[in-house]
């Protein structure tokens, strides 16, 4: 399995880092783990497709909204929210892994 090539835009990792406390450098370990769950984001956009990367990081949950760009993971927002936590438990409580 080839491993996995992230990006993401310098500028909004500093927003993110201001408003939610997560680095995009620190996001990228929530698709590292093995129960993570990915779900198509249907709401934020109609240019491109979007997805959640709900995965377990430094002991809590952490919701990872992306898109793919020529086989990229290029990472647009990142934070601990408690609906991506009840997201994540959910599905693996059904033993739906991904």
Not at 42 to 50: A, G, K, N
């Amino acid at each position: 399995m080839a491993k996995a090539r992230f990006d993401w835009d310098p500028d909004k990792d500093t927003e993110n880092q201001g408003k939610h406390g997560v680095s995009f450098s620190r996001a990228q370990y929530a698709f590292a783990d093995p129960q993570r769950v990915i779900a198509k984001d249907e709401t934020h956009s109609q240019t491109e497709e979007r997805f959640y990367c709900f995965g377990e990081v430094d002991g809590g949950v952490l919701t990872v909204r992306f898109t793919y760009r020529a086989s990229v993971i290029r990472i647009i927002g990142a934070g601990y929210w408690r609906k991506g936590k009840a997201i994540y438990e959910r599905e693996n409580e059904q033993g739906e892994f991904r």
